[in-house]
């Protein structure tokens, strides 16, 4: 049971690349996420997927898409990278709402 | 929108002391409040979460109080050790058939000195 597991561990762009951070999980959750996590500014959600075949938008969607491609995995695109989209990005996923949400062990971006 | 404030941003304790983080939430249908700890480099872990039916909880040197009606929760850490030193997150969410979000306070460095 590998939890919340996610690719590639780091990563450097230069302005305009694109790329698709990928995340998976075992524990049968029906709800994934996206974070980025910037110094001084917490966890902010970019994407989630209450269930399999649903996305919406966190607080900070624009520049991103996702797909959940099947109830283990949800993926994060970026389309046409900019220096401000470097950042942690955090993969997690829960049962449901109002139960434990798990993390996976990031990925650092670095645009250029 | 909703929002979860946290405070303070950082946190000094002698080993031994207490300490107490402090957050506030907006929406008045949260019902779910956990805390995360994150050390230096690694992921956010659970380390206590409470749910709007009880008012506190506690599990070992860790507890987690709750006032529904000023929109505040709490964690305290009694006995600290070094080994406590980690960034620490607050959360709120509300379970609801349309809303599927946990909102993160901005988080509180704590250093525990020996």
């Known amino acids: 049971n590998a939890g919340v597991t996610q690719t590639p561990k780091f990563q450097v762009l230069k302005t305009g690349q694109s790329m698709t951070l990928q995340c998976a999980q075992d524990?049968?959750?029906?709800?994934m996420y996206w974070y980025r996590q910037d110094p001084g500014m917490g966890l902010r959600l970019i994407y989630y997927?209450?269930?399999?075949?649903?996305?919406d938008k966190g607080e900070v969607p624009n520049g991103y898409n996702v797909s959940r491609l099947n109830k283990r995995e949800f993926s994060l695109r970026l389309e046409s990278a900019a220096p401000s989209q470097t950042s942690v990005y955090f993969c997690?996923?829960?049962?449901?709402?109002?139960?434990?949400?798990?993390f996976g062990p990031g990925t650092r971006l670095l645009v250029l | 929108g909703e929002n979860v404030e946290q405070h303070p941003s950082t946190l000094s304790v002698q080993e031994g002391d207490s300490a107490v983080i402090k957050c506030t939430y907006s929406?008045?249908?949260?019902?779910?409040f956990p805390w995360y700890k994150q050390e230096l480099g690694k992921r956010p872990q659970l380390i206590i979460d409470?749910?709007?039916?009880?008012g506190e909880k506690k599990d070992q040197r860790i507890a987690v109080t709750l006032n529904k009606t000023a929109k505040h929760f709490s964690l305290h850490i009694t006995e600290t050790q070094p080994e406590d030193s980690a960034v620490y997150f607050c959360?709120?969410?509300?379970?609801?058939?349309?809303?599927?979000?946990?909102?993160f306070g901005t988080g509180t460095r704590l250093q525990v000195f020996p």
């Open positions: 997927s209450a269930s399999e075949g649903t996305t």
């Open positions: 929406d008045s249908a949260s019902n779910y």
């Open positions: 959360a709120a969410s509300r379970r609801s058939y349309n809303t599927d979000k946990l909102i």
């Open positions: 997690a996923s829960r049962v449901q709402v109002g139960e434990t949400q798990y």
């Open positions: 524990m049968n959750h029906n709800s």
């Open positions: 409470i749910r709007s039916n009880v």
